[in-house]
């Protein structure tokens, strides 16, 4: 004979199971009704197909209408885009940056420094051209370009060379 103690600890076991398969059968309807909404008609897929092969090539690219402009020396309108670019909330969209190209490595960024001398900036890929023909390290240059998704989850902006305005050359500011 068992415990009332024993009977209540399965009571509340069987009453714990099944509030975890009601729950798991909510995620699951919740999780397919989104892939749903997410779903492309065929139409939207051959637009957004034409769409990415057309962000492919840059050199015939118009970035005239310009989504985000960032003004040279403003570090908090660039940290606050720097950090949108980086969580993919800027894909697709068209940002021109006034700033100091910063070539620490391997990869070519364009930066603002704040006040203390911190810096925030993105990376930037000139299509078309070889990275030895970048500007290079502290030159000031407007750039204009896509947000675009370089590998999974990593962002940058792509432009064409018509895109790349040369204000002062790092030994111009020098002096």
Avoid: C, R, W
Wanted: net charge negative.
């Amino acid at each position: 004979m068992q415990s009332k103690s024993t009977n209540k600890n399965m009571i509340i076991g069987i009453t714990v199971a099944a509030i975890a398969v009601i729950a798991i059968i909510i995620g699951v309807v919740i999780a397919m009704t989104n892939a749903n909404k997410n779903s492309f008609s065929d139409a939207e897929l051959e637009e957004e197909v034409e769409t990415s092969q057309v962000e492919e090539n840059t050199e015939n690219a118009d970035f005239s209408n310009i989504d985000v402009s960032v003004a040279y020396g403003d570090y908090d309108t660039m940290y606050a885009q720097a950090k949108a670019i980086q969580n993919g909330e800027m894909l697709g969209k068209i940002i021109s940056i006034d700033g100091i190209v910063s070539h620490p490595m391997s990869k070519y960024s364009i930066v603002e420094k704040d006040e203390n001398g911190s810096s925030i900036g993105t990376e930037f890929i000139i299509e078309g051209v070889e990275e030895d023909s970048y500007p290079q390290d502290g030159d000031h240059v407007v750039i204009t370009g896509e947000v675009v998704e370089k590998e999974p989850l990593y962002f940058v902006i792509k432009t064409a060379p018509g895109y790349v305005e040369m204000i002062e050359t790092a030994s111009e500011i020098e002096e």
